[in-house]
């Protein structure tokens, strides 16, 4: 027979328990869904919503996907990195200089202050990206090493 004594401390160790799990509770933030999610949340496979609007959202890669690469019109190690992390590469793309510059503008604690390279081609030899420590636009020449990082488009 259980003596009140051990009663007690039974439901006090209980009650500890239970305040415990309603402080976790407390604490729980839902990972947001795409219909739910707002500009600069960060979705469950850790792609950042940049833009939403009629039905479409513009979403960036994860930080994990980016790559330092010379520029070119392919990008094949973006989309391989893409591919090794689960993402299925065919959905993304590498976004234009007003892409990139919405980023800058919306969402820049998602990039790091360096260059990223933007999918337009200015000539034979220059291409176009983003200074992302000042927000400002450049040319440069194809062999300069800059970052890329994917975005794709998805309907809710």
């Known amino acids: 027979m259980t003596s ?26 839902e990972t947001p869904t795409i219909e739910t999610a707002k500009v600069g949340d960060v979705l469950e496979d850790g792609c950042i919503v940049l833009k939403k609007e009629n039905g479409l959202a513009l979403l960036v890669a994860p930080e994990s996907t980016e790559v330092y690469v010379t520029w070119s019109k392919e990008f094949s190690t973006v989309f391989k990195k893409l591919e090794e992390q689960g993402f299925n590469p065919s959905q993304f793309f590498i976004p234009t200089m007003d892409q990139l510059n919405l980023a800058y503008k919306t969402i820049p604690q998602h990039f790091a202050s360096t260059g990223y390279w933007s999918s337009i081609e200015f000539t034979a030899t220059l291409a176009c990206g983003v200074f992302f420590n000042v927000g400002s636009a450049y040319r440069g020449t194809k062999t300069l090493t800059c970052c890329v990082r994917a975005f794709r488009c998805v309907t809710y």
């Open 4 to 29: 009140k004594s051990q009663l007690q401390t039974k439901i006090q160790e209980l009650e500890e328990e239970i305040s415990s799990f309603k402080q976790q509770l407390n604490n729980y933030k």
